[in-house]
């Protein structure tokens, strides 16, 4: 998962996910970092791209909620029933995830 490592709502997200049993599911990279630029580049974004987070899972990028609604599959607890927020069309819900990401630095 590639993250925004300079946003502090991106880190605490990070420390909520390891904290609810994604610390082994999920391998998180810096969308800055040589590593986070080149799997940018391999998944035909940008390397300066830092729109969302940007999940890989089984060779496919996801960003915005899918990658959100994604991560919380894998996640301990209650979590995973916010999947059934896919049926949501992606299109408002990536409205809502880009207001959320527009206030972030904001949040905390």
Do not use: Q, W
Not at 17 to 43: P, V, Y
Not at 47 to 57: A, D
Not at 69 to 77: A, C, E, Q, V
Request: hydrophobic content about 35%; glycine content about 6%; aromatic content about 12%.
């Amino acid at each position: 998962m590639l993250i925004d490592s300079k946003c502090t709502l991106c880190n605490k997200t990070v420390d909520f996910i390891k904290r609810n049993g994604g610390e082994d599911e999920f391998l998180f990279l810096s969308l800055f970092s040589e590593e986070g630029k080149e799997t940018l580049k391999t998944h035909g974004f940008p390397e300066n791209y830092t729109e969302s987070v940007v999940l890989v899972e089984n060779g496919n990028a996801y960003i915005k909620s899918e990658a959100a609604l994604r991560t919380s599959k894998k996640l301990n607890g209650l979590y995973p029933v916010l999947y059934k927020f896919k049926i949501i069309p992606k299109k408002v819900r990536d409205k809502v995830y880009d207001l959320i990401a527009r206030h972030r630095h904001r949040i905390y």
